[in-house]
């Protein structure tokens, strides 16, 4: 392990300081031969795939892991996109002459080595490794064991690439041993790593965030809110409602817990109740809530559930601070709307609300990289520090202060 | 602890949302209150200063845990100047329109609640309840046992000037309970606290960095270095080494290691070597440093030491190239130097050099939040995430993202 950390440390520094130019020319050459060795990745995926019946993943995870010809493809693609994304290092963020006439600059730099830890899409391996590269840093990935064969086939593209590319094969690699101790290892090597990501399971993130000394950009829980006020459109409401509950129940951004203005409820409710049931999602109400329709009761533990499933809870409060004061108190940060007419309701939600994404008008479904227009999905952090939200390449960056001086002394 | 956990929390949502008048106003009136109670300040001083003298502390701690009338009157001239600063919340620092015709704008909020753990000075009590609350934050502090009375006599008057102008007192507060133990719990009470910033000793750093769950902003090594390049200007380089080593050997950004080019070693050594010595500064040589001037042998261990004392070693190097590596093996990240007229050395060091300063042409005691002129002393992080190097207001906020829609939903 110590020598695999060294030669990180090794690469970290020759690809920090690689031109944009060569860096595209190396994601083109990845794209290019992970097509070219599309067989063999998807051979290796056979594998995963049969030990994954064997093992009885659900057909939900079955269908993440899958690789055939398209999807090598897409991620061939992923890499030529991230390719034409622009240049994230080397942005001059700040300058200014201080009072001693010296020239600072703060120019954003590359993290240095970052490890990602995920599960099952392999997909991640090749994602991550051209954000990586693009950004000038090195890539630690530890990859879910369901997809092992399919990351190591990836990897192995990858790797043989930057060797074809004269270039030290560390700047992307998998870690050498995936075992439970050697990740509470790994995420205690400060001096090596500068930064774990980690994507997965609200355990797995509360195990590192614990136990890391490393930095740690979280990947967790989205307990979204949407908030329908006094005045708002109930056709949009309904429209709203229903896609940020029902197109993608089991992301991140979905809603979990409706919030209704007790002056719209009984209008609003039944209609949108109809609506949400006969897409086939359960509801639990509070008290005030099933005094309107009729629905199972939502316990106070309901508030503070990440279903990622078909179930919404709802809630009816008095105006938009009880609102506020619901989200703060039992969301996660994530993204939370509110749908009104009102500008001092509005403004007052986008201030109040504690989270990285406060909407106005729109359903939550749009808190990624993509939609964001970032390009490439790096994740979405439920930090508040470093990044917060959906992190583009840029979030792939540091900075530090250039200074140039022509003699000064400090008196 | 819990119930002031809680507070702090509770607290955190009203200084979020005050304005920059009402902060202002805030700062005004503790600064105020500072100088009328500057007497019951300096007698809770007289307490600490005696037991620091019976328990034999040193006259440079002594000297930084000193009070009088002039020294409460600058912590109240501090405050004013921070109220001047320029509104660090509400900086919107980025907006665009995503595809969908969603208005995405990034803005930046305060972090929250930020425990602060520092030592001996105690004006630091003060400064850090102005920062937070000029940024919008709560401030939990926790000092040092030496400072005990000093630390509680200056948090008596923020709180009481809290309650006077009718605000949660739990804006700015001392940690109840001081005991190590209390330490070990509350670095790991993610769920309250947002940021720790500790200052302070190596070792206290360390145990913190080791053991929070809470992100932490550290400000712990300055292993510092200054490059002469062969074609250094000989009379410059020895007035910015001189001022880099001796202004004031005790702080973080003062050098502990000199490189100096091969070629220019002969003439320059002889000559800096005098100037040191004759301000008292033990040099310690490479073998080719001790074939020029007679000083004592450097060890292996001497490049990996932070001295904060009279004493400088010295490397003889072949090239600007051999100076970067021993910099970015030995250093700490912190600040750095190349003295040069080659314009390709001085954009080689800023750009391979891994650290939060580089400079050219300039003694490195410029890296502070005063020098750069941030206005007021956050502290220098050796953090690479969130912010590095010296931290100015800004850096205790983060961001949100506020989306202003007109109906969108996701397809």
């Known amino acids: 392990m110590k020598e695999f950390l060294e030669n990180a440390k090794k690469a970290a520094a020759v690809i920090a300081h690689l031109d944009g130019k060569t860096k595209a020319a190396v994601l083109e050459k990845i794209a290019e031969n992970l097509e070219k060795k599309c067989s063999q990745i998807t051979d290796a ?3 995963d795939m049969q030990e994954g019946k064997k093992n009885s993943l659900s057909s939900a995870l079955l269908d993440r892991l899958f690789l055939d010809k398209s999807r090598v493809g897409a991620m061939a693609h992923s890499l030529r996109e991230i390719a034409t994304l622009k240049e994230p290092v080397g942005r001059v963020l700040d ?11 703060k120019v954003s730099v590359p993290i240095g080595v970052i490890g990602v830890i995920y599960e099952s899409r392999p997909n991640v391996t090749s994602d991550v490794a051209g954000l990586c590269i693009k950004s000038g840093n090195v890539a630690i990935l530890k990859g879910g064991k369901e997809a092992k064969n399919s990351n190591e086939a990836i990897a192995k593209v990858i790797s043989n690439t930057l060797k074809e590319l004269e270039l030290p094969q560390s700047i992307v690699s998998l870690v050498p041993d995936s075992s439970r101790e050697a990740m509470n290892q790994l995420i205690k090597e400060d001096k090596y790593l500068d930064l774990i990501i980690p994507r997965g399971g609200e355990g797995l993130i509360r195990h590192i965030s614990e136990n890391a000394t490393v930095p740690v950009v979280k990947h967790d829980k989205g307990l ?11 056709a949009q409401s309904e429209k709203i409602t229903l896609n940020a509950k029902v197109q993608r129940p089991g992301v991140c ?5 409706l919030l209704v203005h007790a002056d719209i409820a009984k209008k609003f409710l039944p209609q949108v109740a109809k609506a949400l049931e006969r897409e086939g999602v359960e509801l639990r ?12 009761e939502a316990k106070e533990s309901d508030w503070d559930e990440e279903y990622l499933d078909m179930i919404l809870a709802i809630k009816v409060v008095a105006n938009v601070d009880e ?19 009102d500008y001092a309701n509005a403004e007052k939600f986008l201030n109040e609300v504690d989270a990285a994404c406060c909407y106005v008008n729109s ?3 749009f808190t990624d990289g993509g939609a964001f227009g970032f390009g490439a999905e790096v994740g979405i952090s439920t930090n508040k520090l470093h990044s917060r ?16 001086g022509s003699g000064q002394i400090r008196n």
Chains 1, 2 share one sequence.
């Open 363 to 365: 359903s939550t479904r």
């Open 389 to 404: 939200g959906p992190m583009g390449i840029n979030d792939l960056t540091t900075y530090k202060f250039k200074i140039y």
């Open 224 to 234: 979204c809110h949407l908030f329908v006020d006094a005045d708002a459109d109930v």
């Open 253 to 257: 951004n979905a809603i979990e817990t």
């Open 45 to 47: 995926n056979k594998i």
């Open 95 to 105: 300058g200014w002459m201080n009072e001693d006439n010296l020239k600072i600059e």
């Open 323 to 341: 609102a506020i004061g619901h989200i703060n108190r039992h969301g996660s940060g994530h993204s939370d709307a509110i749908l009104t007419k």
């Open 285 to 296: 109400g509070c008290e005030k809530t099933r005094e309107i329709i009729s629905v199972k």
